[in-house]
């Protein structure tokens, strides 16, 4: 049936539709957005909104294998609703960053980084997890009742096919 195909899975908690049916999707973060630098230091940046495209409140922070970099700061910027990224974090070794993507077809966010007070310091970064689809409430509600009429509609199907002789 067409319907298994494009059907969204939760990963983490967070529904991700397939890339099929990402086309005319409207990007978010996940709850805390982060990713892997390819020098390995990731970056946790939190987010909020509904749907969720703004970094903060809260703090941005660095680490790598579990040890924190001691820098922090309050990152400014998000994404927008073509999944275009720009973040800028003022750390507090008094560095300022500056993470700039895009969301690809299959989800995953990808871009580059660099310090913007020493150039030399430029790197590539991947998001950890997809980015998934939001839906205004109203579409998550009516996403739901078909989803109740389709289990309903098997379970008449099967009920049928027990009763038969």
Not at 42 to 71: E, N
Not at 108 to 114: K, L
Not at 143 to 165: H, I, Y
């Amino acid at each position: 049936m067409a319907v298994a195909a494009i059907a969204a899975t939760t990963v983490g908690g967070v529904t991700v539709s397939p890339p099929a049916a990402r086309a005319a999707c409207q990007y978010q973060f996940p709850p805390i957005f982060e990713i892997e630098q390819n020098d390995h230091w990731h970056v946790t940046f939190p987010v909020s909104g509904d749907p969720r495209r703004i970094t903060g409140p809260g703090q941005a922070k660095y680490w790598m294998s579990g040890h924190l970099d001691p820098s922090f700061g309050d990152p400014v910027g998000g994404m927008n609703e073509n999944g275009g990224i720009e973040i800028t974090v003022p750390w507090s070794n008094k560095s300022v960053g500056k993470f700039v993507g895009n969301v690809r077809p299959d989800g995953m966010a990808e871009g580059r980084s660099w310090d913007e007070t020493n150039q030399r310091h430029q790197f590539t970064w991947m998001s950890v997890e997809p980015m998934p689809c939001w839906s205004p409430p109203a579409a998550q509600e009516e996403l739901k009742n078909q989803q109740q009429q389709m289990q309903d509609q098997m379970q008449n199907e099967a009920e049928v096919q027990t009763a038969k002789p």
